[in-house]
């Protein structure tokens, strides 16, 4: 059984940072593209960035320059180090594989980020 678990959101102020973690189990992370998504209140789910098995990355518009993903394949996790947060950046943050579709049994809780002072 496939499971990915998100943690390390919070309540940050404009400005500040934070590292958000991605630990799977039951699933040969390797191999796969993965990516981090958002979902913040009133509007769908949106991949923010990804990154392909051999490292290369891609990110949306709205976090290019101030997030950073990464993966550690041997520790099965994924790494979004996000930096210069707004409140355009609070949401419920997930990870999944590239192009997961909303019906993936992959999804887990997320992780709740607030940006506010």
């Known amino acids: 059984q496939v499971q990915l678990v998100e943690f390390g959101g919070g309540l940050v102020q404009p400005g500040g940072s934070l590292r958000l973690s991605c630990v799977g189990s039951?699933?040969?992370?390797?191999?796969?593209?993965m990516g981090w998504y958002r979902q913040a209140p009133g509007k769908q789910r949106e991949l923010i960035a990804d990154?392909?098995?051999?490292?290369?990355?891609n990110y949306a518009d709205s976090v290019k320059g101030r997030f950073t993903i990464s993966r550690d394949n041997a520790k099965n996790t994924l790494y979004l180090q996000m930096n210069s947060l707004n409140s355009d950046d609070t949401a419920v943050y997930y990870c999944?594989?590239?192009?997961?579709?909303?019906?993936?049994?992959?999804w887990g809780r997320g992780t709740q980020v607030t940006v506010s002072s």
């Open positions: 990154i392909t098995r051999t490292g290369s990355t």
């Open positions: 039951g699933i040969i992370f390797s191999i796969f593209g």
């Open positions: 999944n594989t590239k192009a997961a579709p909303a019906d993936s049994p992959w």
